[in-house]
């Protein structure tokens, strides 16, 4: 189950209700199962509403293999309109090839210190000069002292490059794009994208907002 759970209250009725859920999905993780439609609320294994199954993957088949992830986000690269998942899990984010989504295939496993959560957000700019979309991956890690990751796209579905960047602070809970449209992470208006971070080891957990101005290198701004 995929869940940011901090400093979550829940009733008794509603704690039995998570743990119900939680054995019923852990059963069915221990199997791959092939697509199956939504009847009679279930799809394959799995409870469902209006939402099929079009595949599935254990926790075992990723690799290196894991027992728990927390995050996921979609990647449209506008180059080829190949689709990926993100998936953060343990100590790194499994990059998934979906083209075909019943069967994805993965294709990175970029790492750093294990922790349970990881979010993960995706920039694209036009690059007139190559006249390409240029694609750009930011992962910020909780709880653990990991500079913010910075992952170039352009070289998928046969690999990733990690950036050489150090960012100025160590640990943070989630960042996001401002200004950009969430489904493909462009710009949608005049104002300029800008990398927030909230929940960063500096300034109190404030939000620290940067300029991606150079993707690569992100430049501190302000905070909030």
Known sequence: VIADTKGLEVSSEESQRMRKMTAQVT?????????APCVG?????????????????AFDV?????????????????????????????????????????????????????TTWHDIDVYQMFDATAQRWRA?????SDNVPDTLMLLDLSGLPNGIERVNFTSDHRSAHTDYITNTDF????????EEPLLAIA??????????????????????????
Not at 27 to 35: F, T, Y
Not at 41 to 57: A, D
């Open 41 to 57: 609320n279930m799809s394959g294994n799995f409870p469902c509403q209006s939402v099929s199954l079009l595949s599935h993957l």
């Open 27 to 35: 059963r069915a993780e221990k199997s791959q199962l092939a697509a």
């Open 62 to 114: 990723l690799k290196p293999t894991s027992t728990r992830a927390n995050d996921v986000w979609g990647y449209t690269d506008l180059n080829t309109g190949r689709e990926y998942a993100f998936i953060g899990v343990g100590d790194r984010v499994a990059i998934l090839d979906i083209p075909d989504p019943t069967a994805p295939e993965q294709v990175g496993a970029p790492t750093g210190t294990s």
């Open 136 to 140: 750009y991956a930011y992962v910020t």
């Open 183 to 190: 489904t493909y992470g462009i710009a949608q208006s005049t």
């Open 199 to 224: 929940g960063a080891n500096l300034a109190r957990g404030n939000h620290r907002v940067y300029s991606l101005a150079n993707p690569r290198a992100t430049s501190f701004i302000s905070v909030s």
